[in-house]
């Protein structure tokens, strides 16, 4: 009978840190979730332009090969310069696709999202 009553005390308490646990978490997720929509959306605001970036982020900001060859002023482009041209670039697989028209386009691009044209196939952007 005590055995009994001891499993079942136990059980309670398992149950109640596996809750408590389970809430925590929660938590944790709603504010990882709340700081990385954050970081989206200034990623946005930045690539489109619709934001100056600070000097800290540009920190690290390496100026590419690939802008040197394109007859395109850094000033005429609003946001991070030449972000997706960069990003693209630096994809090996789609890299090897690119045209100098394809990249000179890219200098100009604000904004890139995939689209999927078959519900199983791959997407094209």
């Not at 005590?2 to 109640?16: C, F, N, R, V, Y």
């Not at 690290?60 to 972000?83: E, N, R, T």
């Not at 200098?107 to 196939?121: E, L, M, N, Q």
Request: hydrophobic share 40%; net charge negative.
């Amino acid at each position: 009978m005590a055995d009994a009553a001891l499993q079942d005390i136990l059980k309670a308490e398992l149950t109640a840190g596996v809750q408590l646990r389970n809430k925590n978490q929660q938590h944790i997720d709603a504010e990882h979730l709340a700081a990385t929509n954050r970081l989206y959306k200034r990623r946005q605001e930045l690539a489109s332009g619709k934001a100056t970036p600070i000097a800290e982020e540009l920190e690290g900001f390496k100026s590419s090969a690939h802008k040197q060859q394109l007859d395109v002023s850094a000033s005429s482009i609003k946001g991070v310069p030449y972000f997706w041209l960069n990003v693209l670039c630096n994809q090996d697989i789609i890299a090897e696709e690119l045209s100098s028209d394809d990249r000179l386009a890219l200098s100009y691009c604000t904004g890139v999202r995939a689209v999927y044209t078959k519900a199983d196939g791959p997407p094209t952007i």
